[in-house]
T-cell receptor, first 116, second 111 residues
Framework: KQEVTQIPAALSVPEGENLVLNCSFT??????LQWFRQDPGKGLTSLLL?????REQTSGRLNASLDKSSGRSTLYIAASQPGDSATYLC???????????????FGTGTRLKVLA | ETGVTQTPRHLVMGMTNKKSLKCEQH?????MYWYKQSAKKPLELMFV???????ENNSVPSRFSPECPNSSHLFLHLHTLQPEDSALYLC??????????FGEGSRLTVL
């Protein structure tokens, strides 16, 4: 059974720091992995999608990597800003039967606070 | 109109009420989802529709009843809910196995 873990659960950093958020998954048979951002009481905003054949994706100050063999993904945020404060979630879409490919498995997220 | 739109954003209902949540996507996607988000728990998949056909139920109680009249619209009908059903209900859409896009959510409080 696929399980997704995000450690730490919470993180506080001073403005300007580069930081790394971690996501681990137990089954390497995935179709893709997606990183999201969620502000309090709001929906999830897609940040980056990495297909299983890819090693990394970049968007602005964000870089996500994927190592399927070790079951890990990282989200690197460069030059963090107070506006980056939010909860960051990762989710994997398992390979398998068609119905299984709809089951994105989510981690519980890392709550990030960037201090001004 | 862009993305995934959910209405209402906030809903308060008694345990004997009947209400509905609505979701509309303007992305041309062919799969739509209902997720439940409770405090300190991972997102729970409730229902998935692909090409208007339900492909995943995920053992959700019958007091939650989904409806997908076409590929752009998804409803969640609610009746005789319990206080523990209070949560943020999120709608999402995707192209089959593609990127998942979420709406802003409907915050439900059951009294």
């Amino acid at each position: 059974k696929q399980e997704v873990t995000q450690i730490p659960a919470a993180l506080s950093v001073p403005e300007g720091e580069n930081l790394v958020l971690n996501c681990s998954f137990t089954d390497s048979a995935i179709y893709n992995l997606q990183w999201f951002r969620q502000d309090p009481g709001k929906g999830l905003t897609s940040l980056l999608l990495i297909q299983s054949s890819q090693r990394e994706q970049t968007s602005g100050r964000l870089n996500a990597s994927l190592d399927k063999s070790s079951g890990r993904s990282t989200l690197y945020i460069a030059a963090s800003q107070p506006g980056d404060s939010a909860t960051y979630l990762c989710a994997v879409r398992p390979l398998g039967q068609l119905s299984g490919t709809y089951k994105y498995i989510f981690g519980t997220g890392t709550r990030l606070k960037v201090l001004a | 109109e862009t993305g995934v739109t959910q209405t209402p954003r906030h809903l308060v209902m008694g345990m004997t009420n009947k209400k509905s949540l609505k979701c509309e996507q303007h992305l041309g996607h062919n799969a739509m989802y209902w997720y439940k988000q409770s405090a300190k728990k991972p997102l729970e998949l409730m229902f998935v529709y692909s090409l208007e056909e339900r492909v995943e139920n995920n053992s959700v109680p019958s007091r939650f009843s989904p409806e997908c009249p076409n590929s752009s619209h998804l409803f969640l009908h609610l009746h005789t809910l319990q206080p523990e059903d209070s949560a943020l209900y999120l709608c999402a859409s995707s192209q089959l196995t593609g990127e998942l896009f979420f709406g802003e959510g409907s915050r439900l409080t059951v009294l």
